[in-house]
């Protein structure tokens, strides 16, 4: 009985075990709806032999065997004979190797794309599907590239190697079109001639229409076009083959850098080789086939997005325009183009530039997000002012005859970006950014703009303005550098620079400097003085300088220009500082000692603790000259007790914040009201004075009536307030 369970256990087994062996490989065979892969059902078509002979040849077949999931763009035989003719080759084999191998793989896109998802490719998948970015992620990788090329870095001098990655194939839908709300055949056929578009309702690939869609296969989908993908080249490759552009290309590779691609090399490169990526430093890295350098902490071809929507847009100049361009803004203070300076090169540049999705002719002036770098619209009449134009693997290439000259070049700024005398200050307003501010349309300026000299004479805080070149080829590499507490050289801050740069902006249009008048800089409670044909800073005024100034030709649409001796710089010392030394004669509140003398006679001017009284705030003096304090010292106006001097001097002081005061008072400004002073009253009240502006001068009003004349033609301004001259003393 127990063999007999034992000889039953094994028979089951083993018929159990062939039916699930039969089971199994059913599961496994090919069902009948599948048609074989994209080898197997091309070859059975009987149309694609020269295709198919040309994937052989080029090392392709395991792509479309079944190797690997693939789209695949299959031109006719009648579309590569066509191909072939063109090119004067009679059959596959006279093609060159490395010439079919780019040109077999265009036609192979990797992963599978239904004729839905090429219509309206979603990098994010379905679940996260972006309805206002229909069709607009347009371009996919293919299996074609460049060999590695050897290529001269001009920073260090070697040959360095450098990895050309797979290039990308546009597919323009229908719905690309429409949700840019332009027209597709005449916004395609701009670039690919007339009567080519025939993408309603589906798509064109590049330079060719689908006969026929998304055909099913084992390893993918096939579509069926009526002409050879000719490989497109980038934007750079495209410009290098148009000779009357050469001078934009020129300048633009004066801005080339080239960086150690460790994941390239590490996955390509030949043993103790090293791979490059060429970029342009500020500017769109147009020589790149890939417009992405990828996500963080992943591989760069995972950013889909970037590698999909993301184009290069170059409206070039032709050389005639440049040399035009050279002429009429740069001439007078170069020679030849090649000698300017890169960063007004780089202006113009970045007005020739737009990196986003690709830019068809219908948006142009009309997409108001295709702009500068400095915000504003590229604007150029795309019928009658190109003569070249290409789609490119990565964006699209517009040759223009003119130049598209940046606002800075016209506005107040333009001397300093055409003539290298005032290069250090232009290094600073474009680190600052001020060069766009000042390109405004809507405010009138007056722009002091000090010469090389005189900047490396002039003092920020307690160090020398210093400046180095750095490599004469790498932009950027240039320096403004001060010394710090322990003498070492460094970076001017760019806090520092866009204080210093703001000293020399006056908010209103200078026209002459005849007469007396001031204004107000950038910086809140800084001014410029104009007398009688001289110009003072707030520093200068205190120096007792007279300062040349003369406006620099030019028609600036915005105000007017200057160069003066000196920097126009705001002065740094404070008073309280400046008066604990007003006894000397030479101290620039010397007028005001003996009021200096009283204030440390009551306590108020304490080593590390000056005027505490008014807690670090900006504040108006209203201060008693010499004379004026001596004569009230005799006749008893003026306390001699410690703490009721201390208590009477605080009415000479006005809290700037404390009475919302947001400019300084000057004649002609109209500041003028009732404000309290330092002095306290009570709990909560004060002492107060008021201030009238009576057109051409200033008086101050005691709480009496009392008017007390402001003299002088304006006020000693520091960083910490204003010192207005009186001649009256207060009551107390």
Known sequence: MRKLLLYTLSVFVACFVACSKKELVSHYERPDWLKGNSWEVLEDRGQFSLFLEGAQRAGFKEVLDGKTIATVFAPSDDAFQRYLAENNWSSIAQVPQKELKKLIGYHLVYYAY??????????????????????????????????????????????????????????????????????????????????????????????????????????????????????????????????????????????????????????????????????????????????????????????????????????????????????????????????????PLLLVLYNHVYEGNVVFPSEIGKNPDIKTAFGTPIMFNPNSDVKQKAIASNGAFYGLDKVLVPDMFNSVTGAAFRNPDYRIFMYMLFRTGLNQTLASKDIDFTLFIPSNEVLLETFIGDSQLFWTEGHPDAFGDENILVENSDGVLVPLSENQMANFVSDHIVYDRITSLQGKQVYRTRNSFNYVYVIDGKVHSTSTYNGVEDVAAEFIPGTWYNGASMETQVAMTGETRTIKFTLIGAESSANVLHPYAEFSKLLARAGLMEVGNSLSFLFGNRFLLFAPDNATVLAGLNDGTIPTEKAALADYLKSYFVSVPDNALGDYPFAGLGIQGTWDTAKRLGATQYRQISLADRGNKLELIDADGTIIPVLGDFPQVFSDGAVYRINKLLKR
């Open 114 to 343: 239904s004729r839905d998802m090429l219509v309206n490719y979603q990098p994010n998948g379905s679940e996260a599907r972006e309805l206002n970015m229909a069709g607009l992620y347009y371009k996919h990788r293919t299996r074609s590239s460049d060999s590695i090329s050897v290529e001269l870095d001009p920073i260090t001098g070697k040959q360095q190697k450098v990895f050309n990655k797979d290039r990308f194939l546009p597919v323009l839908s229908q719905t690309h079109f429409q949700t840019k709300g332009i027209d597709a055949a005449s916004n395609y056929e701009y670039f690919f001639g007339a009567g080519t578009w025939q993408g309603d309702g589906g798509f064109n690939v590049a330079n060719a229409r689908v006969a026929e869609y998304a055909i099913p296969t084992d390893n993918g989908y096939i579509y069926i076009v009526d002409e050879v993908l000719k490989p497109l080249k980038t934007i750079h490759a495209t410009i290098a083959e148009l000779p009357d552009y050469a001078d934009f290309l020129t300048v633009y590779d004066r801005y080339r850098t080239f960086t150690y691609d460790e994941e390239t090399s590490r996955d390509y490169a030949m043993a103790g080789d090293s791979l490059y990526n060429v970029s342009h430093g500020l500017l769109p890295s147009i020589a790149s086939e890939w417009t992405t350098y990828g996500l963080s902490d992943a591989v760069a071809y995972f950013d889909l997005a970037g590698l999909t929507y993301r184009g290069f847009n170059v409206f070039a100049p032709s050389n005639q325009a440049f040399q035009s361009f050279f002429n009429t803004y740069l001439s007078a203070h170069y020679a030849s183009l090649d000698q300017v300076d890169l960063l």
